[in-house]
T-cell receptor
Framework: EAGVAQSPRYKIIEKRQSVAFWCNPI?????LYWYQQILGQGPKLLIQ????????DSQLPKDRFSAERLKGVDSTLKIQPAKLEDSAVYLC???????????FGPGTRLTVL | GQNIDQPTEMTATEGAIVQINCTYQ??????LFWYQQHAGEAPTFLSY????GLEEKGRFSSFLSRSKGYSYLLLKELQMKDSASYLC?????????????FGAGTRLFVKA
C-alpha cells in the first residue's frame, strides 16, 4: 500500500509570513495526526483527527496554527504568522481503526528566518 | 504530569548488544511503543508492549514492566545501519483520543 505523502518536503520563510503543509494519509486510515518535531526532541502532538472531526488539539497554538481535514481524507496545517521558534519538522501520521501502529510521512522541514 | 526519560546518546560496537532504557510517568497507560528514526527520516514502528514481559522480533526485543514504569529495547548483533534515534512512546488513555506521548529519543551510534 502507498505510504503517507506530505508536501512540501522543505520550506524556508521569514518570520511573520504564512505557510501551509499538506498531508495525504494511507487510504482508509481514519485517524490522522500532525506532530511538531524540534531538532533533538521527540515528536509533539499538535492535533489529532478522527475522520474529519478534531479529537485533540490541546497543544495546538490556536492563535497562529490551524488545521483541517476536509472529507476525512487529506489534511492541511497552516501557520500564520510564523515565528522563529516554529522552525521544526512537521510530521503527519495516520492509523487505521483497531490498530496501534502509526505510520508517518517523510515530514516537512520548516525553517523560519 | 507526563514524563518519559531516555538516555540522550549511546555508542556501541558493530556486532555487539545494546540496551536502551526508558522510564515513564504518565497519567494513564495503554501500551508502550518503540520507534526507530534515521536522521532526516520519519519514525518507523519497531514494537508495541501492553503486557509485562519480553517481546522478541528478530534482532530487536522490547521489555516492559508496568509496575516499575520501565521499558527497554534490546538490539542484538548490531549493524552500522542501526545507527539512528530510538523513540520511546507511551499511549495514554487519559489524554484525549489515546494520545501517544513521545520521549526525546536516544541517539545510537554504531562504530566499526
Amino acid at each position: 500500500e502507498a505510504g503517507v505523502a506530505q508536501s512540501p518536503r522543505y520550506k524556508i520563510i521569514e518570520k511573520r509570513q504564512s505557510v501551509a503543509f499538506w498531508c495525504n494519509p494511507i487510504s482508509g486510515h481514519a485517524t490522522l495526526y500532525w506532530y511538531q518535531q524540534i531538532l533533538g526532541q521527540g515528536p509533539k502532538l499538535l492535533i489529532q483527527f478522527q475522520n474529519n472531526g478534531v479529537v485533540d488539539d490541546s497543544q495546538l497554538p490556536k492563535d497562529r496554527f490551524s488545521a483541517e481535514r476536509l472529507k476525512g481524507v487529506d489534511s492541511t496545517l497552516k501557520i500564520q504568522p510564523a515565528k522563529l521558534e516554529d522552525s521544526a519538522v512537521y510530521l503527519c501520521a495516520c492509523r487505521s481503526g483497531g490498530a496501534y501502529e502509526q505510520f508517518f510521512g517523510p515530514g516537512t522541514r520548516l525553517t523560519v528566518l | 504530569g507526563q514524563n518519559i526519560d531516555q538516555p540522550t546518546e549511546m555508542t556501541a560496537t558493530e556486532g555487539a548488544i545494546v540496551q536502551i532504557n526508558c522510564t515513564y510517568q504518565t497519567s494513564g497507560f495503554n501500551g508502550l511503543f518503540w520507534y526507530q528514526q534515521h536522521a532526516g527520516e520519519a519514525p518507523t514502528f519497531l514494537s508495541y508492549n501492553v503486557l509485562d514481559g519480553l517481546e522478541e522480533k528478530g534482532r530487536f526485543s522490547s521489555f516492559l514492566s508496568r509496575s516499575k514504569g520501565y521499558s527497554y529495547l534490546l538490539l542484538k548483533e548490531l549493524q552500522m545501519k542501526d545507527s539512528a534515534s530510538y523513540l520511546c512512546a507511551v499511549r495514554d488513555p487519559n489524554a484525549g483520543g489515546f494520545k501517544t506521548i513521545f520521549g526525546a529519543g536516544t541517539r545510537l551510534f554504531v562504530k566499526a
